[in-house]
């Protein structure tokens, strides 16, 4: 199954199951979806429930959160999630903090999902990573599916969550196709927010990912693997709350970590794991913690340029082995 096709089905049967579920965004009805994920739902749902706006970030999510208020349960897309700065002020400050200002009487929920991070030669301004800016936000739960079985079963919790979820897509990973069980495909599957997934279990160094970079530490894991280290890779799947447990207990097993993301290294998700595994396994560690990031800069054009500076395997590889290097050589 693609993830494109796990993130319809996942929209397709959440609305089936509950009326108050409905879609919004541009080019989500009579055009299908910018990259097809609300396929054929104009034509099953009608215009009541998938919902063509204009190019108004900020007018239609704020339409989105209004109605969240009253007791629907929008599904807002953003044809790319540097649109939604345009709409930020009614994600953080409407939704993601009026269950806590109205005391827990009124709840909010509604997702706001579309493709986060780098895609392809679309530059500095389209190409941001956004799982930081959103993770560090109280009130906001932040997810960030790699394969199908993540999309499907995170994106159908998000929708049934009582509070605001920022669902982080990656536009490369759309057309990817994951093998996905009988369990996956029944429409009660649903995943647990704030859970972690070791996609891959080592002995040597713990590489924490999530979204494309996933797919990237699993490529780099075999590459070391002939070279006779072992990697466990978690996927990290929810952003906020981040299942600290399972990235602490892992690197207490491997006593090495290398984080990877998309994003800026300056108060990165790295640096949030990093911290936990700090204060919390420091003792364990054999190695200083490896981060792979982007570069510290606005994103280049230019596809040479692109590539230097978004995280590639040999990347991975690299770390992993300085970590490894490092801890053999302190003993």
Not at 153 to 181: C, M, Q, T, W
Not at 315 to 323: E, G, N, Q, S, T
Request: with cysteine; proline share 5%.
């Amino acid at each position: 199954m693609t993830v494109r096709d796990a993130l319809n089905s996942a929209i397709d049967e959440e609305m089936s199951a509950d009326s108050k579920v409905y879609l919004m965004g541009e080019e989500v009805g009579e055009y299908q979806g910018a990259y097809k994920i609300s396929k054929g739902l104009l034509q099953k749902f009608g215009p009541d429930r998938v919902l063509d706006t204009p190019i108004t970030e900020a007018g239609f999510t704020g339409i989105g959160v209004g109605s969240a208020f009253y007791g629907l349960k929008p599904i807002v897309e953003f044809m790319t999630f540097n649109f939604a700065m345009q709409a930020i002020d009614h994600i953080i400050n409407s939704a993601a903090k009026t269950n806590y200002m109205s005391a827990g009487q009124i709840s909010v929920p509604i997702v706001f999902r579309g493709p986060n991070g780098a895609a392809a030669g679309v530059a500095a301004q389209h190409s941001q990573c956004f799982a930081a800016w959103y993770g560090s936000c109280p009130g906001l739960k932040v997810l960030s599916p790699y394969s199908a079985e993540d999309a499907r079963g995170l994106l159908k919790a998000a929708i049934r969550d009582p509070d605001p979820v920022v669902f982080l897509e990656n536009e490369i990973l759309y057309g990817e196709a994951f093998p996905v069980s009988a369990e996956v495909l029944d429409p009660s599957f649903v995943l647990p927010i704030g859970k972690a997934k070791i996609e891959r279990e080592g002995t040597d160094v713990t590489v924490t990912a999530f979204s494309k970079m996933v797919g990237y530490a699993l490529k780099a894991a075999e590459i070391l693997e002939k070279e006779g280290i072992n990697v466990e890779v978690i996927n990290l799947r929810s952003i906020r709350p981040l299942d600290r447990a399972t990235i602490n207990q892992s690197v207490r097993k491997t006593n090495r970590l290398v984080t990877v993301e998309e994003g800026w290294p300056q108060h990165g998700i790295g640096a949030e794991i990093c911290t936990s595994v700090v204060e919390e396994s420091f003792d364990y560690l054999d190695a200083p913690v490896e981060r792979i990031t982007g570069a510290d800069v606005p994103m280049p054009y230019a596809a040479n340029l692109e590539r230097m500076a978004v995280p590639q395997i040999e990347d991975i590889v690299r770390a992993v082995k300085r970590a490894c290097s490092r801890s053999a050589r302190g003993k």
